[in-house]
Nanobody, 127 residues
Framework: QVRLVESGGGSVQSGGSLRLSCVPS????????VGWFRQAAGREREGVAV???????SYADSVKGRFTISRDNAKNTLYLEMNSLKPEDTAMYYC?????????????????????WGQGTQVTVSS
């Protein structure tokens, strides 16, 4: 059974930084797409950052220049480095794997056809 486990969330002040990690069990990250998504209270889940099947990264406009997605194949871990955090970044953050997509299409939670999802880690940014 595949599980994706996120960690690294927490509460920070505006301008602060956090690094999220996603470690799978029963699964090895491969050439398929992986990504980070978030869902704020009362809003739909949205794509934050993804690595597509060609290894190309894409970011939501709202996080460009502040967030960085990376994958360490040796540690089988997916990361999301988040800097200059803003209150509007407050959300539950989810990692996803086994996606079949290219480019910014991967930022669509449904369009990316991700096969596995984590349970989420909460990020709260106060002003």
């Amino acid at each position: 059974q595949v599980r994706l486990v996120e960690s690294g969330g927490g509460s920070v002040q505006s301008g602060g930084s956090l690094r999220l990690s996603c470690v799978p069990s029963g699964y090895t990250y491969s050439r398929y797409a992986v990504g980070w998504f978030r869902q704020a209270a009362g809003r739909e889940r949205e794509g934050v950052a993804v690595i597509d099947i060609d290894g190309v990264t894409s970011y939501a406009d709202s996080v460009k220049g502040r967030f960085t997605i990376s994958r360490d194949n040796a540690k089988n871990t997916l990361y999301l480095e988040m800097n200059s955090l803003k209150p509007e970044d407050t959300a539950m953050y989810y990692c996803a794997a086994e996606g079949y997509c290219s480019g910014s299409w991967c930022l669509d939670p449904l369009g990316g056809k991700f096969g596995f999802w984590g349970q989420g880690t909460q990020v709260t940014v106060s002003s």
